[in-house]
């Protein structure tokens, strides 16, 4: 395959690449993935992210606090993401977004740093990566309130829901991004909602070390295996591999104006 591929959303400062990250990225190079956007957990590994994106060129950062971190934002965190949000290596803010599903957080506190990470994206003009579990009617309302002040540039990353929230999404502006998950047996109605997305809205994405795609679940997820999701997606959409791919990427650098020359491939080679 000619046409390269660009992983939206990956964590590679998680400790299960600490042993072989280099191989990993080799494996992800030879799969034809030309650039990976790192994400940020939290003020630390927002940090952790940006030093990465200084040393491959193909690695970018995004920046922000996962809002199931949200409670362990100490003073000092939140002006360390804004500081890091201006770095010219950081392309986007987050992930942000509400989760539902753990019941760790209370949901006002995720809440207002998911308005504080919007803000933050208009400011420094970088799009924003939204996480949304089991809060679709929560997130919405945030966007809805949010795209007042003019159109959305964002990301539903790993996108699972219906498709009257996918509708809204896009409305909004927003893009949609799927992992593994389109890939599993049984989700044969996120497939059928992944088929209407406008081809322009379209990313994909590992969300490595989580969500390995159906052929290897259960495993820990590289960025190498976003081919899976493409092919799952070019299926779904008529199209052959190398034109999804193509489609991808060219989203994912419009919407994270990345540069298309940059390799993740490591200095050495
Ligand atoms: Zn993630």
């Known amino acids: 395959m000619s046409a390269v591929l660009v992983d939206t959303h990956c964590h590679p400062e998680s400790d299960s690449f600490r042993q072989d990250f280099e191989e990993v990225l080799v494996r992800a190079a030879r799969a034809g993935v030309a650039q990976l956007l790192a994400i940020g957990?939290?003020?630390?590994?927002?940090?952790?992210?940006?030093?990465?994106?200084?040393?491959?060129?193909?690695?970018?950062?995004?920046?922000?606090?996962h809002p199931n971190h949200t409670h362990e934002i100490r003073p000092g965190d939140w002006e360390k993401i804004e500081e890091l949000a201006f770095h010219p290596r950081v392309v986007g803010i987050g992930e942000t977004g509400l989760d539902n599903y753990w019941k760790d957080v209370p949901l006002d506190l995720q809440h207002d740093s998911f308005c504080r990470h919007i803000q933050l994206s208009r400011r420094c003009g970088k799009p924003f990566v939204v996480h949304c579990r089991e809060a679709e009617a929560e997130v919405l309302a945030v966007l809805r309130e949010a795209a007042e002040a003019g159109p959305l540039q964002g990301v539903m990353h790993s996108f699972c829901g219906s498709d009257a929230v996918a509708d809204e999404c896009l409305q909004l502006g927003m893009y949609i991004s799927f992992s593994g998950m389109l890939t599993y047996r049984r989700n044969d109605v996120l497939r059928a909602t992944a088929a209407r997305i406008p081809p322009e809205k379209l990313l994909i994405e590992t969300d490595a070390p989580y969500l390995a795609p159906q052929q290897y679940r259960g495993k820990r997820n590289e960025p190498a295996w976003v081919a899976d999701t493409c092919a799952c997606l070019a299926e779904i959409h008529g199209m052959s591999l190398e034109q999804m791919a193509t489609l991808t990427t060219a989203n994912a650098r419009r919407l994270f104006r990345l540069e298309d020359e940059s390799l993740i491939l490591p200095p050495a080679e």
Do not use: D
């Open 41 to 65: 957990i939290s003020a630390a590994t927002s940090q952790a992210v940006v030093v990465l994106a200084n040393r491959h060129p193909g690695i970018s950062a995004v920046v922000g606090v």
